[in-house]
């Protein structure tokens, strides 16, 4: 009896084996890769937050919350803490023409929903 030269033969399709499976490279459960900022963004993200009108409020908070994402970050072996923090920060500079705009129009803002109340009931879960 003589062998087939092909594995494509020996099994009859388009298979070298009954059971081969295309696999991914990424599982199916793998959570999706968090935001992760360039090396040089919380620099540069200072130097916006210095530049800006608010800097005398907005440098010191930064720095804080910096602080105290570097420390979480060493005791917990994660890096989430800081990528928070450079998101929220980004958000605020980012949103703050829309911001002075609102406030120019001198629009009512005594309804306001607080966001960090927001954001620390959101961790707590």
């Known amino acids: ?25 990424q599982p199916d459960h793998a959570p999706a890769t968090p935001y992760a900022p360039a090396p040089g963004t919380p620099a540069e993200l200072l130097a916006q937050l210095r530049a800006d009108h608010r800097a005398e409020r907005w440098v010191p908070a930064f720095e804080r919350e910096w602080a105290a994402a570097l420390e ?19 958000a605020r500079v980012a949103s703050t023409p829309a911001v002075d705009a609102f406030l120019a129009a001198g629009r009512d803002d005594s309804d306001f929903v607080d966001l960090e109340e927001i954001r620390s009931r959101r961790r707590r879960r």
């Open 72 to 90: 979480e970050s060493r005791r917990t072996f994660s890096l989430a803490a800081l990528y928070e923090v450079i998101q929220v920060w980004q």
């Open 1 to 25: 009896m003589s062998v087939p030269s092909s594995p494509y033969r020996a099994y009859g399709g388009d298979t070298t084996s009954l059971l081969e499976v295309p696999v991914s490279a």
